[in-house]
């Protein structure tokens, strides 16, 4: 019996290994040897971000996510734009990203210890992992062995899905790099931490919006007195990573259209529901497709490299 669980592991060990390592080049014990504390230095240095602001966690997993869909996992949201070229964190939709500093902070302590090779996009994969955990969401571990990319353009992040999808856009919008509807749901349950801005959703407040309940439409009006910046938490726990922010889709109390949609469609209001009802499948379900986000085009040594300043390539 023993001997038969010990050939049932090692089969599930390789699998993972060949999904993981293998053929993306990724490893979960990729700085073992060089760099052997790099996931202490970035979890405390996190914690310690957030214990002091506990609103970057929502930011440092959004950065991630908006890093992972233009050009891949690479770190270019991170990169500065310079006289000739404007980056990717200069584009309307990224302006709004925050943690920036926590990344340089976790990038400094590394050269100091293990310098040129820990990678800003493993950095921010981690980070946004570690700030997931911060919140109260699930523990999971994650490859690492991403290169650094080389490109940064503000014309790419035309591929972020926009607060205006519908359930049908944000299908084929995520569809496009791999993910199925339940996938995507899944991720946007990341929506349980953080907030939106007025501009992002006052397009529902013109006219009458049937999927939008009256009385937290006068929520969100109230909100927008306060102009296009002012925030609206995406629900009452926006610092608590939970599933309270789909029940709130199921009372029509979504922020965004992009939020609300998943309920009001029936591609996807099953999975609202069975989210709702039983937030360990959303942690579950989420976890997952979290690794599997930070899979999306990894850049290797052929086509990236390890910067030694996050914020400008080598």
Same mark, same amino acid.
């Given at each position: 019996m023993a001997n038969l669980l010990t050939v049932l592991l090692l089969i599930e060990v390789f699998a993972y290994g060949f999904r993981y390592g293998v053929v993306d080049g990724l490893n979960m014990n990729y700085y073992l040897m060089s760099c052997p504390f790099v996931e202490p230095v970035v979890k405390n240095i996190v914690n310690r971000a957030l214990q002091n602001d506990p609103t970057l966690a929502a930011a440092l997993i959004r950065m991630h996510f908006h890093?992972?869909?233009?050009?891949?996992?690479?770190?270019?949201?991170?990169?500065?734009? /310079?006289?000739?070229?404007? &980056?990717?964190? @200069?584009?309307?939709?990224?302006?709004?990203?925050?943690?920036?500093? =926590?990344? @340089? &902070?976790?990038? +400094?302590?590394? +050269? %100091?210890?293990?310098?040129? =090779?820990?990678?800003?996009?493993?950095?921010?994969?981690? !980070? !946004? #992992?570690? &700030? =997931? $955990? $911060? !919140?109260?969401?699930?523990?999971? @571990?994650?490859?690492?062995? %991403?290169?650094?990319? *080389? *490109?940064?353009?503000?014309? @790419? /992040?035309?591929?972020?899905?926009?607060? /205006? $999808?519908?359930?049908?856009?944000?299908? *084929?919008? $995520?569809?496009? #790099?791999?993910?199925?509807?339940?996938e995507m749901v899944a991720l946007s349950g990341a929506h349980t931490l953080g907030v939106a801005r007025c501009a992002s959703f006052k397009n529902r407040l013109s006219q009458v919006d049937p999927t939008l309940d009256t009385e937290f439409a006068k929520t969100l009006a109230r909100t927008c007195n306060s102009g296009d910046n002012a925030e609206q938490p995406f629900d009452y726990t926006r610092n608590d990573f939970d599933n309270v922010y789909f029940n709130a889709l199921l009372r029509k109390n979504g922020v965004l259209t992009s939020d609300q949609t998943l309920y009001t469609s029936p591609k996807t209001r099953n999975f609202v529901n069975a989210y709702a009802l039983n937030q360990a499948m959303f942690f579950f379900d989420f976890q997952q497709a979290m690794v599997k986000m930070g899979l999306l085009d990894i850049k290797d040594n052929s086509n990236g490299e390890v910067r030694e300043n996050c914020r400008k390539i080598n």
């Amino acid at each position: 019996m023993a001997n038969l669980l010990t050939v049932l592991l090692l089969i599930e060990v390789f699998a993972y290994g060949f999904r993981y390592g293998v053929v993306d080049g990724l490893n979960m014990n990729y700085y073992l040897m060089s760099c052997p504390f790099v996931e202490p230095v970035v979890k405390n240095i996190v914690n310690r971000a957030l214990q002091n602001d506990p609103t970057l966690a929502a930011a440092l997993i959004r950065m991630h996510f908006h890093d992972c869909f233009i050009q891949g996992c690479d770190g270019s949201v991170l990169i500065d734009s /310079t006289k000739d070229n404007t &980056a990717e964190k @200069d584009s309307p939709g990224n302006l709004s990203l925050r943690g920036y500093e =926590v990344v @340089d &902070a976790i990038k +400094e302590e590394l +050269e %100091r210890q293990c310098p040129g =090779v820990v990678s800003c996009a493993d950095i921010l994969a981690m !980070a !946004a #992992r570690d &700030a =997931v $955990f $911060f !919140a109260g969401g699930p523990v999971y @571990d994650i490859p690492k062995g %991403r290169k650094d990319g *080389r *490109r940064s353009k503000i014309e @790419d /992040t035309i591929n972020l899905p926009f607060p /205006t $999808f519908n359930a049908s856009e944000l299908i *084929r919008s $995520f569809g496009q #790099r791999g993910f199925s509807a339940q996938e995507m749901v899944a991720l946007s349950g990341a929506h349980t931490l953080g907030v939106a801005r007025c501009a992002s959703f006052k397009n529902r407040l013109s006219q009458v919006d049937p999927t939008l309940d009256t009385e937290f439409a006068k929520t969100l009006a109230r909100t927008c007195n306060s102009g296009d910046n002012a925030e609206q938490p995406f629900d009452y726990t926006r610092n608590d990573f939970d599933n309270v922010y789909f029940n709130a889709l199921l009372r029509k109390n979504g922020v965004l259209t992009s939020d609300q949609t998943l309920y009001t469609s029936p591609k996807t209001r099953n999975f609202v529901n069975a989210y709702a009802l039983n937030q360990a499948m959303f942690f579950f379900d989420f976890q997952q497709a979290m690794v599997k986000m930070g899979l999306l085009d990894i850049k290797d040594n052929s086509n990236g490299e390890v910067r030694e300043n996050c914020r400008k390539i080598n």
